[in-house]
């Protein structure tokens, strides 16, 4: 006997005709199997953005207070006074404006922007001065937000300048 002699070989998929029947059906399939495919991937996508844009804003006020921090020990060392100031950059995008004295006590002309990550908008927030004590000429909160409505506060203490940083529970 042969090698395949003990093996029962059907043609009838080759031999049966296609009709409208069966033609349309793994097309269906398709269509069903990627509309799954689609639905599991926005149940994952849409939390893992969520999820990406609130590390975003950590990570922004932790920068943030890192820089208002750095400017007061710079104030207390240079004995200069620094401004700073929150502006809005092309109507998409926030940032700190800071303005350092010079020797005379005058401001500079020029300016530095130091941009706050994509996404994250300053919500509430007025102008902070620190003197060369390192003494802020005010107490100040800021608050950032994401754009699915998450907040992080930023406080400058008025009388220690201490800067705390306290996330918002939504």
Excluded at 107 to 128: C, H, M, N, R, W
């Amino acid at each position: 006997m042969g090698a395949g002699a003990g093996k029962m070989v059907s043609y009838r998929n080759v031999e049966t005709p296609l009709t409208e029947n069966n033609a349309g059906y793994a097309l269906i399939e398709l269509l069903v199997v990627v509309a799954v495919v689609a639905l599991l991937v926005v149940t994952i996508i849409s939390p893992a953005a969520k999820w990406i844009d609130f590390i975003r804003l950590r990570q922004g006020a932790r920068e943030l207070a890192a820089t208002l921090r750095l400017l007061q020990n710079r104030a207390l060392v240079e004995e200069r006074t620094f401004h700073v100031r929150f502006v809005l950059r092309g109507g998409t995008r926030w940032g700190l404006l800071i303005k350092q004295t010079d020797d005379a006590g005058f401001f500079e002309s020029d300016q530095v922007y130091k941009p706050l990550p994509a996404g994250i908008t300053v919500t509430y927030f007025s102008e902070l001065m620190f003197h060369p004590t390192g003494a802020p000429s005010k107490g100040l909160t800021i608050r950032l937000a994401n754009p699915h409505g998450r907040e992080i506060e930023i406080t400058v203490v008025p009388a220690t300048g201490r800067v705390k940083v306290k996330e918002k529970s939504n």
